[in-house]
Structures are given as C-alpha cells and as structure tokens.
C-alpha cells in the first residue's frame, strides 16, 4: 500500500511514541539502549553531512566508538569515569592530526578533527542528559519537542505565509513558530499540573523556553544541511528523514530545560 508523504510522517510518529514509550516503561535499561542506538545514528548522520560515503571513515568509526563508549559507561557505571572517553578522543584526534601534517602538510586538514570533536558533544554529550532525568522529565521533554514540531508543522502548512528566516530555513513561517509556542506551552503546562510539583506559571515560562530552544535547534540543523546541500539528513525514518532531522529541536531543549531544572525544582 502506497501511503502519502503525509501518511508515513503520521505512521512513523506513531511507531516513534510507541518505542519512547516502551523505553519510558523499562526504566533506566530502555531508555540507556534507545540513547545509546540514537546518538550513534545520528552522529554518524552528522559525520556523513561532511564526509559522504567511504570519506574519512576512520574519522567516522572513531567518532562513534567514542561516544558510544561514553554513553555505555555512562549507564552502565563501569569505570565511573564517563568523562575520560572525550578526553581520550581529544587527544587521539589530535594525535591523527599531527601525524597526518608530518606526512602531508598541505593535505593535512584542521577542520575534519574540530567535526570530529564537534559531532561528539552535538549529539551523545546532550543526549547523555537523559540520564539525569526522572520518568515524567523524559516525558515531558520529548512531548514539548513533538508539540513544538507538531505545532509548527500543522500551523504553518495551514495558514503559514511570511517566513522567518528564508536564508536559513526557507519553509518556516511566523504562524508555525506561533503554533508550535502556542502547543508546546499548553502541552508543558498540562503535564506539569498533573505531574509536576512546581507552581504552575513555572511550567508557563518552561515551555516558552522549551519552544524557543527548540526553533532554534531546528534553525541550528537547517544551516548545516543548507551549508552542506542536502535536504534531510538521512531516510531511515519515512516522512521525517534521518535521526538528525528528528531530534534536532531537542538536542538544544534538552539542556535548556536541565540548566532551567537546576534552578527550580519542577518535579
């Protein structure tokens, strides 16, 4: 059955809550193993924006190995030391550019390290946040990423018109950016009066935050694909794209609403 671009969005949305929701309903092993399989599609989405096909896949591996070592580590508490993992992976990199410049000086590329290094704390170093979450955090966080994304999609395609930033992102609209603040504050409010134990304008202010943060990481994913000429970053979800363009949104609304939740307590 052929289903429209519309239809495999919504499909995989679902598919997409299931999963988060199994992860949530685990505990702390599901959620480690969805964040670990996630980080690591999406790092190498994000190293393959820069570096297509077979292109610096030393760089790529390593990449992945390194963060998904720090993730395992992280969860799992085996050396108590997470952290060391970057650290290693720092130095190796630069290491490899050394040698690299001692043997080819004009060939030798600064640029391809600094992205090896970027890639890791863009996406395992944010996404390792989740573990500090409790339950109704995680629930939160991801309902006020899929409302801002819902909000923005629908509000937009129905009565989008003036663009935002069409340099950057030619298909976001003033009226999706307001739906997308409008679904994601009422979505924060809701579930911080049933779940949280903040006063409630708290839950008001997060979820403009939230949203804000949000756009912006959207716009943050939006200039890289522009700058490196490719739609999506990826076609393993069908009607979204890849990983990368999935999580973009949340990948700055996560440490926006951790950095938030260390001043007041929402939950």
Known sequence: MNLSPHLKRVATAILLILVLGGAVYMGHAGIAILVVLVSLLGLWEFY??????????????LGCLAGGLFLLDYSLEITGHPLLFLVLIFW??????????????DQARLNDYMLLISGIAY????????????????????????????????SGYLWGNKKIWPEVSPKKTWMGSL???????????????????????????LGILLNISAQLGDFFQSSLKRWCDVKDTGHILPGHGGVLDRIDSLLLLLPVYVVYSVFVGMF
């Open 179 to 205: 739906g997308g603040l409008i679904l994601c504050t009422a979505v924060t409010l809701g579930l911080g009066v049933f779940l949280g134990s903040a006063l409630w304008w708290h839950f008001i202010i």
């Open 48 to 61: 393959s924006l820069f570096w297509s096909g077979r292109e610096r896949i030393v760089l790529k591996t």
């Open 92 to 105: 190796v990199a630069w290491l490899g550019f050394l040698v690299e410049y001692s043997r080819q000086k």
């Open 123 to 154: 996406v395992p170093l944010v996404l390792s946040l989740f573990f500090t979450l409790k339950a109704p955090e995680i629930i939160l966080v991801l309902a006020a990423t899929a409302a801002s994304d819902a909000g923005a999609f629908y």
